[in-house]
């Protein structure tokens, strides 16, 4: 399977508890994005990161959460002590290019945390 | 504050009609549009996009209309297969801004065609 690919696929975890996610891009996507669904809500845009640079995290929370993509390995949404409105899917996308790609994101299948 | 609206939750159609799906923005500074598809348990596949130098386009069943001064695009499906069952997402960015990969979601809308 050459698409995103995302594990864990569900993740449960108690309150105050560390969440870890991964995701390994497309082959020759080297610009990762993540994005998180909220239940009943759209999709919003949390981090962009390339290899070892984290380009745009405006929409990560300022605390708890951090991102990061390697030199080698997966990029890995790690979300320290969590709560319940953590609760959420999490979505990983990369594409070939950054800057002003115009083309599209591909989507991993994402990872449903869910926080007890 | 929501700057993509999907109005309607869910849309059900007999096969072989037309759906069409619905989305506003308030953000004046969207410069391009796209559509996703999203099967359950699955992530967002794109679907089609249009910016907004055009106002219309094409490819095979689906078509995209943009009305700039409206603030409004629509999808057209025609004809309409139960395969089309998803929930489409409309989704917009600036890309004067340079972020075009910040893309901003409506929540969806659910289409269920009838056999």
Known sequence: ?116 | DQQVKQNSPSLSVQEGRISILNCDYTNSMFDYFLWYKKYPAEGPTFLISISSIKDKNEDGRFTVFLNKSAKHLSLHIVPSQPGDSAVYFCAASDHSGGSNYKLTFGKGTLLTVNP
């Open chain 1, 1 to 116: 399977n050459a698409g995103v690919m995302q594990n864990p696929r569900h993740l449960v975890r108690r309150r105050g508890q560390e969440a870890r996610l991964r995701c390994s891009p497309m082959k020759g996507h080297s610009h990762v994005y993540w994005y998180r669904q909220l239940p009943e809500e759209g999709l919003k845009f949390m981090v962009y990161l390339q290899k070892e640079n984290i380009i745009d995290e405006s929409g990560m929370p300022k605390e708890r959460f951090s991102a990061e993509f390697p030199k080698e390995g997966p990029s890995i949404l790690r979300i320290q002590q969590v709560v319940r409105g953590d609760s959420a899917a999490y979505f990983c996308a990369s594409s070939p290019e950054g800057g002003r790609y115009t083309g599209e994101l591909f989507f991993g299948e994402g990872s449903r945390l869910t926080v007890l």
